[in-house]
């Protein structure tokens, strides 16, 4: 959807409680408009309409057939915002902020997944994510619905060469962790200084042998079962989960 006038502003639909809750909040992007379904007077509808309310955002009612139509038939709760579209961060803004702690996508493909990662990434105070330009999700309303909110939190930069920004990184003094089930380093025995990067790996084959290459540390989970891999979200959860615990201990500054 494009709003006309002097600048071309593309608009996207997001949807459920979440999602839009967040989006209010955030000072990153602009909610123009809020929809709920006819009816629905529930403590979701009033929190959002206080929220609306204090910014000076519309709320209208439609049928909750509308709603169905704009959601594509996804889960929304009776609720649907349109919102200027997703604006991800350049990568050299991270550097220029002096970022401490990112999390990099290496060619993670599933939505779902990616929205996960964002969610958890945000959780345990990482406070940029890199993601390559091609061979990855989109910021879309499905990953925003998943991410529950998280994304309107959260610096995403796309760029087109994983290999070289970890080279930039690696010479502005970032320490490199990569996320692998052969690792040498195990995850929970690793110290953390300065600042960080974790690298996670695409869902099939990992990170890439070039980008692993110039990790300074490869970190792997202990496994005591019969399977001997998990599911990246959840391998990402556990490992930024240990990184911000030790972080914190080693006294870095939170995010």
């Known amino acids: 959807m494009t709003i006309a006038g002097s600048q071309r502003i593309t608009m996207t639909v997001i949807y459920g409680f979440h999602s839009v809750f967040e989006a209010l909040l955030s000072n990153h992007r602009t909610i123009e408009k809020v929809i709920l379904a006819a009816g629905k007077k529930d403590g979701h509808a009033a ?31 009776g609720v649907i915002g349109i919102q200027e579209s997703f604006r991800y961060s350049p990568f050299d803004e991270f550097l220029e902020n002096d970022v401490s702690f990112i999390m990099i996508l290496d060619r993670i493909q599933d939505p779902h997944n990616f929205g996960s990662l964002i969610r958890t990434a945000h959780c345990f105070g990482v406070d940029a994510i890199i993601t390559p330009e091609r061979h990855a999700p989109a910021v879309t309303p499905a990953v925003k619905k998943v991410a529950a909110g998280a994304v309107e939190h959260m610096r995403i930069s796309r760029v087109v060469n994983i290999a070289r920004s970890v080279d930039i990184l690696k010479k502005e003094g970032y320490w490199i962790y990569g996320a692998d089930m052969s690792g040498r380093d195990a995850v929970e025995e690793m110290s953390v200084t300065g600042k960080t990067a974790v690298i996670l ?4 084959k990992g990170i890439r042998p070039l980008v692993k ?20 979200a959840v391998a990402g959860g556990i490992i930024l989960f240990q990184i911000a615990t030790r972080r914190r201990v080693a006294g870095l500054p939170p995010t």
């Open 213 to 232: 290459r110039k990790c300074d540390y490869l970190l792997s989970i202990p496994m005591m079962g019969h399977i001997d891999s998990l599911n990246v």
């Open 47 to 77: 929190r959002i309409r206080r929220e609306a309310e204090k910014r000076s955002i519309p709320v209208v009612s439609e049928p909750r057939e509308i709603i169905d139509a704009m959601a594509a038939g996804k889960a929304h709760q």
């Open 201 to 204: 790996g695409g869902e099939h």
